[in-house]
């Protein structure tokens, strides 16, 4: 198991990078929908002579004093606004390196100027001359407040991007302080504690977003779990990963989840009766991925007098494929031929079997009967008489009645009655809590959930 862990551990970190190029790298690109650059579509004009006082004839009234930069620069500034409308990043540029040689120029100016070549450099792509830019433009202090949390939340971004992992948490602490922070920032700075190897940091940042992103009623996001699942894996903590994997079922019900947590449950279940109930979960969810999986699952349903149902576990198998080794062939065929036999027989005598379970005061033979029938792909009938047996009640197993009648039920689209069928495990005295956990959570899948924020 240990060796599986290693793999898995593998295979989430590859993910997970995978899916911070994707969200990272083009940060700049989105900085600039995020944060347009003082309204440049408006007709206004940002030039006005040095001082606090803008004098009427050169500058748009409409502009508080934060946005007028001095006459000094205005020629260069108005080239450089003209070109940006354009689209013209390097002319801009070469704009605002003039206008910034020039001298003196006010906060409001140097501000202005670090500003517009933020933006420039962002288009140019050139995100790290955009980081220094604007964290130039924020050290002159001339930002109005709500600008200034703009320009925070554009440079944490760009940090994050440029991989200056100590300059984005530190603008990232401080939006979260701000109350600014929004799930997309709380989520990056998971992600940078995570390729960090921080996994503390980085899980308590995750759970900040998932809780924003629950209180906010917005779509959790599946990275934000794996995070936490990677570094419950390199920590070899099973139970940590368990419980991520039920949060990450929840969220998305794919199947590689559900192989993992089905692996990491099984290799703690030392009793048969258990260990095939955790085995139904696995082939039912479409999570059992080797062919050794079916060959024990078969094996264990022999032994519980199931040759039906065994057999066409290993049919379903061999359709798929999971074959591979020349051994597992071979070992999956002396089982299937010992299997046929006896599941022909009971095919024979089910109807006879069943005549006298319904005689029989007891429910046992019938839940007995229901499981043949479900072997041999007769799911009315299987549903029938389950139901008959637990309304008689005695019955030994109780959580295999409700299991198969959950079973029979999905197999003939009563999604709803199946949900209801699993729920009823609840009920049933002494069953073991693992069991209980996994095929709850399996009834949960079966109807789609209204939004992401159920996952815990």
């Not at 922070?181 to 921080?198: C, P």
């Not at 998932?210 to 920590?235: P, W, Y």
């Amino acid at each position: 198991m240990r060796h599986m862990l290693k793999a898995l551990g593998f295979w989430i970190w590859g993910l997970i990078a995978i899916s911070i190029a994707v969200s990272v790298v083009p940060l700049g690109y989105r900085v600039a929908t995020l944060w347009r650059l003082h309204e440049f579509s408006a007709p206004s004009d940002p030039i006005a002579p040095s001082g606090t006082a803008p004098t009427q004839s050169l500058t748009n009234t409409d502009l508080p004093p934060t946005e007028i930069v001095s006459r000094l620069i205005a020629p260069e500034m108005t080239a450089a606004q003209q070109a940006l409308q354009h689209g013209d990043w390097t002319e801009a540029l070469r704009q605002l390196t003039a206008a910034e040689a020039k001298s003196p120029l006010t906060a409001v100016d140097r501000k202005t100027i670090a500003d517009f070549k933020g933006f420039a450099y962002v288009r140019l792509n050139n995100l790290r001359a955009a980081q220094d830019a604007y964290e130039t433009a924020l050290a002159t202090g001339a930002y109005t407040p709500e600008k200034a949390q703009k320009a925070n939340q554009t440079v944490f971004r760009l940090a994050a991007g440029n991989q200056d992992y100590a300059t984005a948490a530190a603008y990232g602490e401080q939006l979260a302080a701000a109350g600014t922070a929004n799930v997309d920032d709380l989520a990056v700075m998971s992600q940078i504690y995570y390729l960090q190897k921080d996994c503390k940091n980085s899980a308590a940042w995750a759970d900040k977003a998932i809780s924003v992103a629950r209180k906010a009623g917005e779509a959790l996001k599946e990275n934000l779990f794996q995070f936490k699942l990677q570094c419950a894996s390199d920590a070899g903590d099973n139970g940590a990963m368990a419980a991520v994997l039920v949060d990450l079922i929840k969220l998305t019900n794919k199947t590689n989840y559900w192989n993992t947590l089905l692996r990491i449950e099984r290799q703690e279940e030392r009793d048969d009766h258990n260990l095939l109930m955790i085995y139904r979960v696995m082939y039912d969810t479409d999570s059992m991925n080797a062919g050794s999986d079916y060959v024990e699952m078969a094996q264990l349903l022999g032994d519980a007098a199931l040759p039906g149902e065994a057999a066409a576990v290993l049919d379903k198998a061999v359709a798929a494929g999971k074959f591979i080794d020349q051994k597992d062939k071979d070992r999956a065929a002396r089982l299937a031929n010992s299997l046929m036999p006896r599941a022909e027989t009971d095919k024979k005598g089910e109807a006879a079997f069943d005549a006298e379970a319904a005689k029989n005061p007891s429910g046992e033979l019938d839940i007995k009967s229901g499981e043949i029938y479900y072997g041999a792909g007769d799911y009315q009938s299987a549903a029938t008489v389950i139901s008959r047996g637990i309304q008689k009640g005695q019955i030994k197993h109780l959580d295999e009645a409700y299991v198969y009648l959950g079973r029979s039920q999905l197999a003939l689209q009563n999604v709803a009655e199946a949900a209801i069928a699993f729920t009823h495990l609840k009920t049933v005295p002494g069953i073991s809590d693992r069991v209980l956990r996994l095929w709850i959570l399996y009834a949960e899948t079966l109807v789609p959930p209204t939004a992401n924020a159920n996952a815990s």
